[in-house]
């Protein structure tokens, strides 16, 4: 059975780091592409990063520069460093496992999950 657990979030100032991490279990990588979404209340799900099997990453155009995707396979966790943050930035962020033919369209691949986990929340103060 698939199973996703993110840890790491928390409470930071405008241009603090925050690094995210996901345990993830029962997954075949190179069924999935692994990735983040996050989602703030009365808003969809936003795509924020993705990537392969192979190790290709997409970013959101919102966060390209400033967050970094990666993935240990043999420690079956998946990354996300987030540098400069910005009060934008808060919100309830997932790990999630999607169809690797949607890892380059991030919004698609973030409503087409096969599995993902509670969620761990950021919140960026100015």
């Known amino acids: 059975q698939e199973q996703l657990v993110e840890s790491g979030g928390g409470s930071v100032q405008t241009g603090g780091s925050l690094r995210l991490s996901c345990a993830a279990s029962?997954?075949?990588?190179?069924?999935?592409?692994l990735g983040w979404s996050r989602q703030v209340p009365g808003k969809e799900r936003e795509g924020v990063a993705t990537i392969n099997s192979d190790g290709d990453t997409r970013y959101a155009d919102s966060v390209k520069g400033r967050f970094t995707i990666s993935q240990d396979k043999d420690k079956k966790t998946l990354y996300l460093q987030m540098n400069d943050l910005k009060p934008e930035d808060t919100a309830m962020y997932y790990c999630g496992a999607g169809p690797p033919r949607f890892f380059r369209f991030l919004d698609l691949w973030a409503k087409a999950l096969d599995a993902w986990g509670r969620g761990t929340e950021v919140t960026v103060s100015s």
């Open positions: 029962g997954l075949t990588y190179r069924s999935h592409s």
